[in-house]
């Protein structure tokens, strides 16, 4: 006989774990499907490390979903005893030769004008500031502009996932791991889910597959989303003393070009090495083909362009490095809506490289549709309507 269960949750990384404890949390029959055993470092949440921060200059839209989340994280940590969120400050800088200090559309801009707006604790400053705070950035340029956020920092994201699968199987959910999702389609008011394995039948189902979302979902989904290929670089520390006082995450814009852009995190006790990545949307992948090779050339190559001059105490050498990939939409946002042809199935997971913070949340709200039939937090801003035209 198929199993039948009220709510499926396909993919259980970052936004499928934290959909899957939150129904579990509420008494929903669910099951949760990866074709991995999450976590794991084949799709868009390994790595260590993830930034959060709340002011998020990608939009006014994001913020009630980081406040949410970092309440629960750290319901999170009391339940696991684990540590998953680090508060040590966010940084957020602009040092271009082509700084324009009236250009709204600069990041840092944006950030201190949405936490001017919100009333996010937060503090301006110079490029003399910069320099005295936080040595690492002493070759910032004199017209430099930083924004620092005390309540930001970082998500340590496999422990997440780790911590909200184990919540959801006490729970009762039913995790089924190693197993593929191939095809799936309505059969009366319910969803049949063919995997590798056979097929189970849901009343609902959350589609959470990051990277590999279009292949499971088609039109329109397989026009509007793009995977780029992104390099994390943990470079070993030259001199441990200029990250010896208190050390944030950070953004660095550095000119103009997307990738004239540069984030990363403190070093990790004990590790020798600071993560550090920039970010790249002109070249697309296919998810089934993703080179995940990372060779000496690339190092260089990122420590020429985004470390050295830039950011100081590093040496030109890696202690790891590994590939990670974005799910990008046309304009950069979210789409976290209903399936248009499939019904009672709704899709998320397209984050476009900024979603781990908001990610609790999400699956709280995704949760809730299931549950109340809306959320509590408006999630319209992610509809797939916008793309109509
Ligand atoms: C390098 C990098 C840096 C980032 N930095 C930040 C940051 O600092 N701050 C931030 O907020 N966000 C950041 N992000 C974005 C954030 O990490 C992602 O938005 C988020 O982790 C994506 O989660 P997801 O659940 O959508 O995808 P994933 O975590 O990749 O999960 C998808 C899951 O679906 C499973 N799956 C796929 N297809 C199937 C199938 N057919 N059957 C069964 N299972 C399937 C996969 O195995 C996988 O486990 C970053 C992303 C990258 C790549």
Redesign the pocket.
């Known amino acids: 006989m198929q199993q039948h269960y009220e709510v499926a949750v ?8 934290a959909t899957l404890y939150q129904l579990a949390k509420a008494g929903v029959k669910a099951v949760g ?4 055993a ?1 976590p ?1 470092t ?6 260590d ?4 921060r709340l002011s998020n200059g990608e939009g006014p839209q994001y913020l009630p979903l980081v406040q949410r989340s970092h309440q629960l994280w750290r319901e999170l940590e009391a339940l696991s005893g684990e540590p998953l969120f680090e508060q040590c400050g966010v940084l957020v800088m602009t040092s271009s030769p082509r700084y324009d200090p009236w250009d709204a559309d600069d990041f840092t801009h944006r950030t201190i004008a949405l936490a001017q707006a919100y009333g996010i604790d937060h503090e301006v400053l110079d490029a003399s500031a910069i320099r005295q705070r936080f040595a690492q950035f002493a070759p910032v340029l004199d017209s430099a502009i930083g924004y620092f956020e005390p309540e930001g920092g ?2 340590r ?1 496999e422990r997440c ?1 780790a911590v909200q699968l184990q919540q959801a199987a006490q729970h009762g959910a039913t995790l089924r791991v190693n ?4 095809a799936l389609e309505n059969v009366g008011a319910a969803v049949r889910i063919s ?1 590798d394995q056979g097929t189970i039948l849901a009343d609902k189902v959350i589609i ?6 279009a ?2 979902l088609g039109a329109p989904f397989d026009s509007l989303l793009r995977v780029c290929r ?3 670089y943990w470079f070993e520390i030259e001199d441990p003393g200029v990250f010896a006082a208190h050390s944030p ?1 950070f953004i660095l814009t550095h000119g103009p070009g997307f990738t004239d852009v540069s ?1 990363g995190f403190p070093p990790l006790p004990g590790e020798g090495s600071m993560k550090m ?1 920039t970010e790249q949307y002109h070249q697309a992948c296919d998810p089934a083909a993703l080179d995940r090779t990372v060779d000496d050339n690339q190092v260089q190559a990122m420590y020429r362009t985004q470390v050295l001059d830039k950011i100081d105490g590093l040496r030109p050498a890696v202690t790891k490095s ?1 590939v ?4 990008v939409t046309p304009d950069y946002h979210f789409i976290v809506d209903e399936h248009p042809r499939l019904r009672n199935v709704t899709v ?12 609790a949340a999400l699956g709280e709200a995704l949760a809730q549709r299931c549950v109340q039939g809306a959320s509590d937090i408006d999630l319209s801003a992610f509809s797939l309507q916008r793309f109509a035209n």
């Open positions: 396909l993919g259980l990384g970052a936004m499928g774990a499907i990866d074709r991995y999450p794991h084949q799709g868009s949440s390994h790595g490390t993830r930034i959060t970082y998500l994201p996932i197993e593929t999702v191939t995997t959470a597959a990051g990277m590999w979302s292949g499971l992104q390099v994390l995450s984030y990545a590994s990670c990939t974005y799910t998320v997971s397209a984050c476009s490289g900024h979603g781990f913070k908001h990610s």
